[in-house]
């Protein structure tokens, strides 16, 4: 059952070379059952090559959601959704909670109306994220079939929510400074493992996106490719970890040998090896 609630929601589109997806996306998002909840689409064009911004910008004229368009040069995603959480914060101040989708990620149609009962339903939540592609999520060698709340050791584990998959408090982003801009890799796990010790961050187990039309998450194209750098990137964020005690020695070195293992494990899938 629809919940009428209304939650005055942004979403930012972070856009790099994305000519041939960015149309579906914002069509998954105009095909919401709550799309009235929807207040504005920030597109960040991120220094696009392609004909991304000439495509987006025209759309954004016949769009029934109001759709701003920013360009800038090319810094990275974190950079970009920063920029577009900073532009709501600026000139949409009653926009109250935030929500990102990639360029190539779809809604399903009822994203925003399943995440809003639950949001509506319990005030401890302040980030909300969903299963994608059928994945499945385990915690502590469990599948999670119910909502949960994440803790760092969760999300060290598992790498959890996905950006597309999550709403969240405008507010908690800016009290927590956004993504790092100067990492390239595990960027997302960085921020969601702040706002998990800060705060109230949930999981929700039901598919509510596709995830890059199908692709796999790690070692076909995009930053994911470099398995080098998400694994660096997944170390840095354990030393950060440890240097503010929010997790024990014991658990630093045993998250650096299941790194590790987990780097040389996809190398081989990557090969086709195993």
């Known amino acids: 059952m629809m919940n009428d609630s209304v939650l005055k929601i942004g979403i930012i589109i972070p856009m790099y070379n994305c000519e041939n997806t960015i149309i579906h996306v914002f069509e998954s998002l105009e095909k919401q059952t709550l799309a009235k909840n929807i207040q504005v689409i920030i597109a960040v064009n991120d220094g696009s090559k392609d004909s991304t911004l000439s495509i987006v910008t025209e759309y954004a004229k016949k769009s029934p959601i109001k759709i701003e368009v920013i360009n800038k040069k090319n810094e990275g995603v974190s950079s970009a959704r920063n920029k577009g959480v900073q532009f709501i914060t600026d000139n949409y101040p009653e926009i109250e909670w935030i929500a ?34 059928d994945v499945k999520l385990r915690v502590k060698g469990r599948i999670v079939n119910s909502l949960i709340r994440g803790t760092v050791k969760d999300i060290c584990i598992q790498n959890f929510p996905q950006p ?21 890799y595990a960027e997302d796990g ?32 995009g930053l994911s490719k470099n398995l080098k750098g998400m694994y660096l990137g997944n170390i840095k964020n354990l ?20 790194y590790w293992i ?9 090969l086709g090896k195993i």
């Open 164 to 184: 597309s998959t999550v709403i969240m408090r405008r507010s908690i982003f800016n009290e927590l400074g956004g993504f790092d801009e100067q990492q390239y």
């Open 190 to 221: 960085n921020f969601f493992l702040k706002v998990a010790y800060y705060y109230g961050l949930y999981y929700y187990p039901k598919c509510l996106i596709e995830y890059g039309f199908g692709k796999r998450g790690f070692g076909q194209k």
């Open 239 to 258: 030393r950060e970890l440890k240097k503010k005690k929010m997790i024990s020695i014991y658990f630093y070195m045993e998250m650096r040998l299941f």
């Open 100 to 133: 990102f989708c990639d360029s190539d990620d779809l809604w399903h149609s009822d994203k925003l109306e399943i995440q809003t009962n639950i949001l509506v339903s319990n005030s401890k939540i302040d980030c909300l994220g969903t299963q994608f592609n």
């Open 262 to 270: 987990k780097y040389i494990r996809r190398i081989l899938i990557t």
